[in-house]
């Protein structure tokens, strides 16, 4: 059976927003009676957790406004209809004991903007370095 870890984020959010491993400061995540996780996001920085175990093994991701309204996951490209906003990822970036889960809410439109973005900022990153 999946861990099930539930997304609350703010009223309202589209755009990018990350999970970040810390396991000196983060906040410890432990599972309801029933098994899941539940997570809420703030509004304007990363969510730091202790340990990430439940994101490693097998597990289903759930979203929602702190309203409760439900935010679909999108698993796979053009899984909803055009303009659907949806969540996206997690896409995860690990450097050395670092990683951090981005998600991203919004069409898949925008998420695709979103990932070539990132692919372009790291392209030219790695050209900088190679340069040095």
């Given at each position: 059976?999946?861990?099930?870890?539930?997304?609350?984020?703010?009223?309202?959010?589209?755009g990018?927003?990350?999970?970040?491993?810390?396991?000196?400061?983060?906040?410890?995540?432990?599972?309801?009676?029933?098994?899941?996780?539940?997570?809420?996001?703030?509004?304007?920085?990363?969510?730091?957790?202790?340990?990430?175990?439940?994101?490693?093994?097998?597990?289903?991701?759930?979203?929602?406004?702190?309203?409760?309204?439900?935010?679909?996951?999108?698993n796979?490209?053009?899984?909803?209809?055009?303009?659907?906003?949806?969540?996206?990822?997690?896409?995860?970036?690990?450097?050395?004991?670092?990683?951090?889960?981005?998600?991203?809410?919004?069409?898949?439109?925008?998420?695709?903007?979103?990932?070539?973005?990132?692919?372009?900022?790291?392209?030219?990153?790695?050209?900088?370095?190679?340069?040095?």
């Amino acid at each position: 059976m999946p861990v099930e870890i539930y997304l609350i984020v703010p009223d309202g959010l589209r755009g990018i927003f990350s999970i970040v491993l810390d396991p000196k400061d983060g906040t410890k995540m432990f599972p309801f009676s029933d098994g899941r996780y539940e997570l809420k996001i703030p509004a304007d920085e990363p969510l730091h957790i202790h340990d990430d175990k439940p994101f490693l093994g097998y597990h289903r991701i759930y979203a929602r406004y702190a309203d409760g309204t439900a935010i679909p996951h999108a698993n796979t490209p053009n899984m909803f209809p055009a303009g659907t906003i949806a969540l996206y990822g997690p896409y995860i970036e690990e450097e050395g004991s670092e990683r951090n889960y981005w998600f991203y809410i919004g069409t898949e439109e925008e998420v695709t903007v979103f990932q070539k973005a990132i692919k372009a900022k790291k392209e030219k990153e790695k050209q900088q370095q190679q340069q040095q």
